[in-house]
């Protein structure tokens, strides 16, 4: 009889975890499908920057400055360097518009995050609520920086990741 209460409880547990999981799931779905669209729309209003047009600008010395917009810890991992760069996470940003040497409705930035959504929104939010004009995003963020074989830096010196 003990089994039987046992199992009995064993089984309850399971499908209740069964179903929260069933739930968490579709909630996780939900939210995905709602990020791609706004990340969509996102793209449709901000400036994209290719990573060989970014070389480019690097190359020609463009007056501009390369903000990443991960969270420390990605950063830590590695960046794309730049003459002019700041590692500020997504959620940062705002606050640090227009504080002395931050970020400057006058300046050209190109933001770039790990697929380009985070950083997709940043140029978004700093066009529509701080008038900010000259504001790129990387097309394809750091992921694609490294499969296109372009170095980055972290505290071990600068490396390419091979294909």
């Known amino acids: 009889m003990k089994l039987i209460k046992i199992l009995s409880i064993i089984l309850i547990a399971s499908l209740s975890l069964s179903a929260a999981s069933k739930t968490d799931l579709a909630e996780k779905a939900q939210l995905k499908k709602m990020w791609k669209a706004q990340a969509k729309a996102a793209w449709k209003v901000t400036k994209g920057i290719t990573d060989k047009e970014l070389i480019k600008w690097m190359d020609d010395d463009k007056d501009f400055i390369l903000v990443d917009v991960r969270?420390?810890?990605e950063v830590a991992a590695g960046t794309i360097m730049a003459m002019e760069f700041k590692a500020i996470p997504r959620g940062m940003v705002a606050p640090k518009v227009g504080k002395a040497g931050a970020l400057r409705p006058n300046q050209t930035i190109v933001f770039y995050c790990k697929s380009g959504i985070r950083s997709?929104?940043?140029?978004?939010e700093l066009q529509e609520y701080y008038g900010f004009k000259n504001v790129y995003y990387l097309k394809g963020g750091i992921m694609n920086w490294i499969k296109q074989g372009h170095e980055i830096h972290n505290?071990?010196?600068e490396f390419v990741i091979s294909k």
């Open 155 to 157: 505290k071990l010196g």
């Open 71 to 73: 969270e420390p810890d």
């Open 120 to 124: 997709a929104y940043v140029a978004k």
